[in-house]
């Protein structure tokens, strides 16, 4: 067994990738491996993108961990899990967790946010330590029973935040676990970019395979490729009315200066949206949703506007999740207000990323299998 803790920098796998022939990627499709007879458990699963995306490959449920309360019950009225713990993940421990080949979760990203005050993992809120709840976890599952694929999320700050160091010190961390991280498997990828997507929604995700039982991590930025646009009219409900508490009244400032910008609109043209951000209104290129973000469920004017035949509105929850590439049959439970929605969706992992990474997976498992 190799240690990887008096060598922090990036490790040369060179010699392996010369030989290295990836699948062709190119398209979005369907493939034929799948993750059947692999088990995923999920932390920080939030309403549950990471995990659809991996259980439309197949992959088995086991666990998922979530605080109680509303994002919880969202959760669970989607996705089928075997086991789910409503849980500070402060207060889990290993020997809660049934073991799971995959391991995935996307941890507290404020913390690390180029729109937040980037305390990283000092902020004083403490969502930046939690990280360091997922290596205590890893350290509490042993080497025989730890999962053997890591796949983490977060803000694509996380990256360039702080000279580069944050990202730094979670390689760090995993790699003195003896899971393989380098720079290169911590890779960018973007919705409207890779899934196709109207929404221009750039985020960081980390993989790390355990070195005990792989001699590398194949993950990397060329296994992914660009994806042609789909027009924004078709994730937008642009033909019913919203109800009345998304539209701006026409006496409201906000209507007023929105109205101001108002571009016209010429018979073929996708739609225009407009998103009001620090005092001014932004145009967003035509036809592409702005990054929809927690901030969202603070109220306000965070949620992107429209104008349709009825008036100028915001986008309704429903649309927003279209715009993660939620499925039709997503649905929340009664009880949970919109403000919450929204900042439960912006919190979220676009399930159509997440299957992308999943198909990844499938091939490196069915490459590599269990390992040696």
């Known amino acids: 067994m190799q240690s990887h803790s008096s060598n922090l920098q990036p490790i040369d796998v060179g010699e392996y990738r010369q030989s290295e022939e990836y ?222 508490k998304f539209y701006l009244d026409p006496s409201n400032r906000y209507f007023q200066e929105m109205s101001a910008c108002r571009v016209t609109e010429e018979h073929g043209n996708d739609t225009q949206l407009y998103h009001y951000r620090k005092y001014e209104t932004r145009l967003p290129e035509r036809g592409i949703c702005p990054t929809l973000t927690a901030n969202m469920g603070r109220g306000g004017h965070n949620v992107p506007f429209l104008f349709d035949q009825w008036g100028l509105r915001k986008l309704t929850p429903r649309e927003c999740l279209n715009l993660q590439g939620f499925p039709p049959e997503f649905k929340f439970p009664e009880g949970i207000s919109y403000t919450s929605q929204y900042a439960m969706i912006g919190n979220s992992v676009s399930p159509k990323i997440a299957k992308l990474l999943a198909r990844r997976v499938s091939w490196f498992f069915d490459r590599y299998g269990h390992g040696h």
């Open 23 to 244: 699948p062709d990627f190119r398209d979005c499709g369907e493939s034929e491996i799948t993750l059947e007879g692999y088990t995923q458990g999920a932390l920080f699963c939030g309403i549950g993108g990471f995990c659809q995306g991996f259980m439309s490959k197949g992959a088995k449920n086991v666990f998922a961990n979530e605080l109680d309360g509303p994002t919880g019950r969202a959760y669970l009225n989607a996705v089928h899990c075997e086991s789910f713990i409503p849980k500070n993940i402060c207060d889990l421990r290993a020997n809660e967790l049934p073991n799971v080949d995959i391991l995935h979760g996307g941890f507290p990203c404020q913390s690390f946010s180029i729109a937040g005050a980037q305390g990283g993992f000092h902020d004083t809120k403490g969502n930046g330590k939690l990280f360091f709840e997922i290596i205590r976890l890893l350290k509490e599952y042993g080497e025989t029973t730890r999962p053997k694929v890591l796949v983490f999320e977060n803000t694509a700050n996380l990256r360039y935040g702080n000279a580069g160091n944050w990202l730094y010190r979670i390689r760090h961390e995993l790699n003195k676990l003896d899971y393989w991280c380098s720079e290169e498997n911590c890779i960018n990828l973007n919705v409207l970019k890779h899934t196709g997507i109207p929404q221009n929604r750039d985020r960081l995700f980390i993989f790390a395979v355990d070195s005990n039982l792989y001699d590398y991590n194949p993950f990397v930025a060329k296994m992914f490729t660009a994806q042609p646009r789909d027009r924004l009219d078709a994730f937008l409900l642009l033909d019913e009315q919203a109800p009345d």
